[in-house]
């Protein structure tokens, strides 16, 4: 069974400028998520999807992050401009579900973002 | 809201020696808990959770935990550490029917010959 893809792997930018991040969940997963991993600290949750709909996004910079699932698959998220906070890991995840606890999550590689 | 605090930002142990990861969680109501490993450059893998079945669970890789309600505890612990388990461990907590994580700051363990 194949993992939780997400691409690229690393990126620089300059600040001010903008940044997308792909995500493709395991295959029959329903829910996804985005997590901003800083150097140092535990995954923080952005955004939750479950199938095409927004679950929880009260943790995501709206005025410069957005994210999307169009076809409840894939997903990208994208930063809009960016600042040198933002250089963190960003990791993606994805369940079957998302209440009960047999629903675990499984967490792609991440992407690494260095904003200079 | 829930949290956890793990206690120790970094654990150095000798190969063969107990590993012995702390955490304590903080929560209204009854916990999910759970520990997950990072190997470099490595998305989360999960180690082991507890979802209010038997307080010792036992998990992959040779690990276990035990939940102690008394002491908000949930410390994760190996008998016998080798190489392969230098990475960074996370604890997290979600409330039950609910499965958004919240995670600790993480433990890095090195590993010594």
């Known amino acids: 069974e194949a993992g939780v893809a997400q691409s690229p792997r690393y990126k620089i930018i300059e600040k001010r400028q903008s940044v997308a991040f792909w995500c493709n969940p395991i295959?029959?997963?329903?829910?996804l998520y985005w997590y901003q991993q800083i150097l140092g600290q535990g995954p923080k949750l952005l955004i939750q999807?479950?199938?095409?709909?927004?679950?929880?996004d009260s943790q995501l910079p709206k005025d410069r992050f957005s994210a999307e699932r169009l076809k409840g698959v894939d997903s990208t998220l994208k930063i809009q401009p960016a600042k040198l906070e933002d250089s963190a890991v960003y990791l993606c995840a994805s369940s079957l579900g998302y209440r009960g606890s047999s629903y675990e999550q499984y967490f792609g590689p991440g992407t690494r973002l260095t904003v200079t | 809201a829930q949290s956890v605090t793990q206690l120790g930002s970094h654990v150095s142990v000798s190969e063969g020696a107990l590993v012995l990861l702390r955490c304590n969680y903080s929560?209204?109501?009854?916990?999910?808990l759970f520990w997950y490993v990072q190997y470099p450059n490595q998305g989360l893998q999960l180690l082991l959770k507890y979802t209010s079945a038997a307080t010792l669970v036992k998990g992959i890789n040779g690990f276990e935990a035990e939940f102690k309600k008394s002491e908000t505890s949930f410390h994760l612990t190996k008998p016998s550490a080798h190489m392969s388990d230098a990475a960074e461990y996370f604890c997290?907590?979600?409330?039950?029917?609910?499965?958004?994580?919240?995670f600790g700051a993480g433990t890095t363990v090195t590993v010594r010959a």
């Open positions: 999807f479950q199938n095409n709909g927004v679950v929880d």
């Open positions: 997290a907590v979600s409330i039950s029917n609910d499965y958004k994580l919240s």
């Open positions: 929560s209204s109501v009854p916990p999910y």
């Open positions: 295959s029959g997963h329903a829910t």
